[in-house]
């Protein structure tokens, strides 16, 4: 009964503010060009459920798209810092850099180098150096955090640089890697919105772009729907992102 | 004939200063050495002295042995989470470049002569703590070292389990006989399972007696109960509280 009434709970205060939305919106005449009742949102999401479909796969492989080039690029980066600690020393700024800019801030200097005619390269460029940081520091702390007695067993052992790299530090970083790229993924969907707000032409045809184009013809519902479909969307590539996570895990520690 | 030797040995840490000695320590071959004292007298930093991973301040730590002639335990199994049983067992051989044929069939008979044959795929998340301390015990015993270092192996273990693995030590020690020195809190381990009990004082430590145990190893049923035993482990006891209070 009690984890019952738990898990309903969500639902439930989702479900009264939703009520209270309505009620207040009807109750006060709001206009619906400025705060739309959730009904028609909802009436909204259906009718343009096929143009919000296609443009959330639009962001979303933007977005998959960034994090596999920043997983490769990250990865690649932190295999050198870990196999020189010169090369981690050289990285480290420019990390911080590239982790601490907005991206808002450098996405029209990004738009101009893709060229105004290829916005996609603009938005996966934008939200891949935004997905890089959590990942290249998971790397990098993984790559650290491997047990000092097996350390000391390689020593005793002799192997040398790269055995060591594969055998031993690649594998530890594995739970932090894995943690990384749940991180970077939400992060490369927030990148791929805001570049698309930068962009703001009809070259990039992502959420973001729904959600100017419904602004600008005052179509507030539109927007609202376009929002949902941005966290439902958001939501699930994280609950996936989750799922890899676990699975594996499970399959590195074998439990 | 002497396979590692401390002459004179000091340790020093940069903040924590003197970790160990003078010491000396000679440890021949096919010996069994249990090094006792209190706890931050300098047991694990002379067994690492010993292992070659350490170099010492001043004086000499001596080694004839080559690489892959020496083993260590420590006081945690230290397996790799993501590797079954066997491929852990298989470690060594394959960063000293064996084939997988090779270090696959060795790594099997070394996790059947601990008593583990049937848990080759097991990962070490699926094994107990007495049996995660025997693929440690294999993977030590695999390279077929002539030195083997034991870094209190057992603390973390209960009485049972520890007993019974210290039988399992004196069994497989039989079988190629390398010269063991192991550290250890407990008197009774030490006087059951080594030929020679060294005891150090309070750190930094020294040497505070070096007493021989008698009669044969592996032990026979019933050797704690013998008089020979109960009056070495008086022996050890005593040497331990003078070198506490020294």
Redesign the interface.
């Known amino acids: 009964m009690r984890r019952a009434a738990e898990r309903l709970a969500p639902y439930l205060l989702i479900a009264l503010l939703l009520a209270a939305w309505e009620l207040a919106c009807r109750a006060l005449a709001v206009p619906a060009y400025f705060l739309p009742p959730p009904s028609a949102v909802a009436a909204s999401l259906v009718a343009d459920a096929p143009s919000l479909l296609a443009s959330a796969w639009n962001t979303l492989s933007m977005a998959l798209l960034a994090l596999a080039v920043a997983s490769v690029l990250a990865q690649a980066a932190a295999l050198g810092a870990g196999l020189s600690p010169i090369v981690e020393r050289a990285l480290r700024p420019l990390a911080v850099i590239a982790q601490v800019t907005p991206v808002v801030a450098i996405a029209p200097l990004v738009l101009i180098w893709a060229g105004i005619d290829h916005p996609q390269r603009a938005i996966v460029a934008l939200a891949a150096v935004v997905a890089f940081f959590p990942i290249y520091s998971g790397a990098v702390t993984g790559l650290k955090a491997a047990?000092p007695?097996?350390e000391?067993?390689?020593?005793?052992?002799?192997?040398g640089r790269v055995?060591r790299l594969f055998?031993?530090r690649l594998?530890?970083a594995?739970p932090q890697l894995l943690e990384g790229h749940k991180v970077a993924a939400g992060l490369a969907v927030i990148g791929a919105v805001v570049a698309e707000f930068v962009a703001g032409s009809g070259g990039a045809q992502g959420l973001a772009w729904r959600i100017l184009e419904a602004g600008n013809r005052l179509q507030t519902a539109r927007m609202f729907a376009a929002l949902v479909t941005l966290g439902l969307l958001g939501a699930a590539l994280h609950a996936l992102l989750e799922r890899i996570e676990r699975a594996g895990l499970k399959w590195?520690?074998?439990? | 004939m002497t396979l590692a030797a401390l002459r004179d040995v000091a340790v020093d840490y940069p903040r924590r200063g003197r970790a160990l000695g003078p010491f000396s320590l000679e440890i021949a071959e096919g010996e069994i050495t249990a090094l006792v004292g209190a706890s931050g007298c300098g047991k694990s930093t002379a067994l690492r002295l010993l292992a070659g991973l350490e170099t010492p301040t001043t004086g000499e730590a001596a080694r004839d042995l080559r690489r892959g002639e020496t083993s260590v335990v420590f006081q945690a199994p230290t397996l790799a989470p993501w590797l079954s049983a066997q491929a852990n067992v298989a470690l060594p051989l394959a960063l000293a470049g064996l084939d997988a044929a090779t270090t696959g069939a060795r790594a099997a008979e070394a996790l059947a002569r601990v008593g583990l044959d049937g848990a080759q795929t097991a990962r070490p998340a699926q094994l107990s703590g007495g049996m995660a301390m025997r693929v440690s015990l294999a993977r030590a015993l695999v390279t077929r070292p002539r030195l083997l270092l034991l870094d209190e192996p057992f603390a973390a273990l209960d009485e049972i389990i520890r007993r019974d693995l210290a039988d399992d030590v004196l069994r497989l020690w039989a079988a190629s006989r390398p010269a063991i020195v192991f550290v250890t809190h407990s008197v009774e381990e030490a006087v059951y399972m080594a030929s020679r009990v060294v005891v150090m004082t309070r750190g930094p430590g020294r040497l505070a007696a070096d007493i021989p145990v008698e009669g044969p190893l592996p032990r026979p049923p019933g050797f704690r109960a013998t008089a020979g035993f109960r009056s070495v482990v008086e022996t050890v006891s005593a040497a331990l509280a003078r070198g506490l209070s020294a």
């Open positions: 047990d007695d097996l000391r067993l390689f020593d005793l052992y002799g192997a055995q055998r031993l594998p530890s594995v590195w520690s074998g439990r």
